[in-house]
């Protein structure tokens, strides 16, 4: 069955810098686009990056360019999120999720899968 | 970047009762719309993608509908286990963006 998980969050003081890491499984990780998504608590949800199944291309968040990376490392089955220049307001829930799309570049059909999050707190 | 306007913000329902959420979006955008569900402490789940096609093993209870600026999600007949959030997803263009939510709570 299809599972990711989240690592790497934690207690991180503002300016400094965090990797969050998403461990996938049962599916063939390589043909699938992935998105990190943000959740600050008690707020809503808020799209912060994808990359292509093939790692061609990247988009952001306006909030998060240029301070935050996605990337991805096929031969590990593994998403990473590095967070630098951390701020108060990226204190969040952070999940990984799976584009629905098989091979998907422009296209999305939303995100089928997501993992459990990882929390992330920015904090002096 | 494409703003999504969800109403209402909050639904007070019953078990049974018909319920429709709307979202708006600030440009046209197609079909590339998405439905989630979230309940408190857990991540989203799919529902609806293409503005109106049901994801594998959700109740056809659900149902979307809507194509350009304005979309709806109908829940037929409210059970105990649809009270939750709604979100909205706009996948026209980059940067992706969500509406506010809706919750739903039991009345």
């Known amino acids: 069955q299809v599972q990711l998980v989240e690592s790497g969050g934690g207690v991180v003081q503002p300016g400094r810098s965090l990797r969050l890491s998403c461990a996938a499984s049962?599916?063939?990780?390589?043909?699938?686009?992935m998105h990190w998504v943000r959740q600050a608590p008690g707020k809503g949800l808020e799209w912060v990056a994808v990359?292509?199944?093939?790692?061609?291309?990247?988009y952001y968040a306006d909030s998060v360019k240029g301070r935050f990376t996605i990337s991805r490392d096929n031969s590990k089955n593994t998403l990473y999120l590095q967070m630098n220049s951390l701020r108060a307001e990226d204190t969040a829930v952070y999940y990984c999720a799976r584009e629905r799309l098989l091979y998907s570049g422009y296209d999305s059909m939303g995100s089928d899968y997501w993992g459990q999050g990882t929390l992330v707190t920015v904090s002096s | 970047d494409i703003q999504l306007t969800q109403s209402p913000s909050f639904l007070s329902a019953s078990v049974g009762d018909r319920v429709t959420i709307t979202c708006r979006a600030s440009q046209g955008i197609s079909s590339y719309l998405a439905w989630y569900q979230q309940k408190p402490g857990k991540a989203p789940k799919l529902l609806i993608y293409?503005?109106?096609t049901l994801q594998s093993g959700v109740p056809s209870r659900f149902s979307g509908s809507g194509s350009g600026t304005e979309f709806t999600l109908t829940i037929s007949s409210l059970q105990p286990e649809d009270f939750a959030t709604y979100y909205c997803q706009q996948l026209n263009s980059y940067p992706f963006t969500f509406g506010q939510g809706t919750r739903l709570e039991i009345k």
């Open positions: 990359i292509w199944y093939d790692g061609s291309n990247k």
């Open positions: 293409a503005a109106s």
């Open positions: 049962g599916f063939t990780f390589s043909s699938y686009g």
